[in-house]
Structure formats: C-alpha cells, structure tokens
C-alpha cells in the first residue's frame, strides 16, 4: 500500500483516538466559552509559526464563532522573511509577555493556545501573563512529544503544564508521522489535521450548548450566499465590545 494512503489512515486513527479520549477535555473547554459568551466575557487564540495555522481556522470563518479573536504576532507568522525568524521569535524571551501586554485580556476570558511541543519560550511568558490577569487557557498540545522534551524556557515549564484544560493531539513525537525507506526523518505532520478538527469540535459543541439554552450563537454566515453581509453586519453590532479583529 502507498505511504499516501497509509497517511490518510493514520490520520483517521488519530482522528478516533481524539474522539474517544479526549470528549471530556473537548465538553470542558466548551464549557469554558460557553461560559465566556454567557457572561459577556472575550475568547481569543494564539499559535506560533504553523501552530498559528488553528488561529486563522477559527476567526472570521464562516460556521465559526465570531467571538473568537486571534492574537496576532506578525513576526511569528509565516508570512515572515526570512522564515527562520519565526523560530528565532519563539524561543526570544519576553515577546510573549509583550503579546499577552497588548492584548485587551480581562479576568474571565478564555484563550485557546496550541503548541505541538508546548516548549518555546514566546507561549510559555504569553500563557503566564495571560493567567496573571486571570484568563483561562485552553491547550491544544501534544502530550508525548511534550513530555519527551525539555522547556526553553526560563520556569522549566512546558505548556500543559500551566493550562487549565489540555487537549491531546496523540500525534508522533516530532509531528511528523510516515517513515520512508531510506529517509531518516519523518515525512507528513498530523498536528493541524488534528489541531483543526479539535478547534472545530470545540466550536460545534460551544454552539450545541448555546441551543440548549436559548443563546442565540454568535456565528458567523458565508458572505457569498445571499443575506449572509447582512446577518454578519448585525453580529458585529450586537457583540462590537467582544470582537477585537475589525
């Protein structure tokens, strides 16, 4: 059988393992929005470098939540050049207090972060000053690979080890899944097939529970169907103090 098609059924392995053991880590963290849309509260999301990749997914997407807020650090996008400078910028001590400064956390609000290792510097000061204001962090990580590797940072703290709830990925140690005879490193990473259908599962659920009591959800709808500008026009009215990205 082809590795591409042995990829696909690793994916849909981790997929199910994801399913099965991580319902109640996925309930708690909708809980926690459900609780931050409840009581007038902000959400944001924060990634570095590809990790950053769950923060475009979740913002200003149709079917999604248009309370979520990414915190935007260009110098840890992939839009950055030299691209090096991403890695560089992660493991650069005090950029993550600077990023968590300048975002407008209040206690009470929820922030979803994912780190594959949970290891670099720049999401260990950004979850630490977050908490200091009181903000409850979500952790989509790695929890294997996490715990194979050291922190770089100056707490010796990785990041599941500072989140109030931690969401395994299962994926390999190093993200990267398919061996290939006669190459030794890994091809094909797992973290944002899995990192995004976490974040969406978190969505869905958030939604569902909203339903249940008689929140209307603040959704967004696809601005090329007919009436969507217009339904999103008025989202924006309606929740402009919780929505940062405008």
Known sequence: MSKHIDYITHLQALLDTVKNEEKASI???????????????????????????????????????????????????????????TSQME?????????????????????????????NTVMIDFVLA???????????????????????????????ELA?????????????????????????PSSTVVGATIANSIVVRTVERCLEEAIDPPIFYSANLDGGDEKNKRTFETYQKHIFYM
């Not at 009181?134 to 050291?150: D, H, M, P, R």
């Not at 109030?164 to 030794?184: E, P, S, Y």
């Open 27 to 85: 309930e708690a963290a909708s809980e926690a929005l459900l609780e931050a849309i409840r009581s007038h509260h902000n959400i944001f999301v924060f990634g570095a470098s590809h990790a950053g990749i769950i923060s475009d997914e979740l913002f200003y997407r149709a079917g999604g939540l248009a309370l979520i807020n990414p915190v935007v650090a260009p110098e840890l996008e992939l839009s950055n050049r030299p691209i090096t400078m």
């Open 91 to 119: 493991r650069l001590d005090g950029y993550g207090t600077l990023l968590a400064e300048k975002t407008p956390f209040q206690a009470g609000d929820v922030c979803i972060t994912h780190s594959v290792s949970g290891r």
């Open 130 to 160: 977050a908490k200091a204001k009181g903000v409850k962090i979500i952790a989509i990580t790695n929890l294997t690979y996490s715990k194979s590797v050291e922190s770089r940072h100056s707490s010796h703290q990785r990041l599941f």
């Open 164 to 188: 109030d709830i931690v969401i395994d990925n299962h994926g390999d140690v190093g993200d990267a899944t398919m061996t290939l005879k006669g190459l030794d490193q890994k091809v094909a």
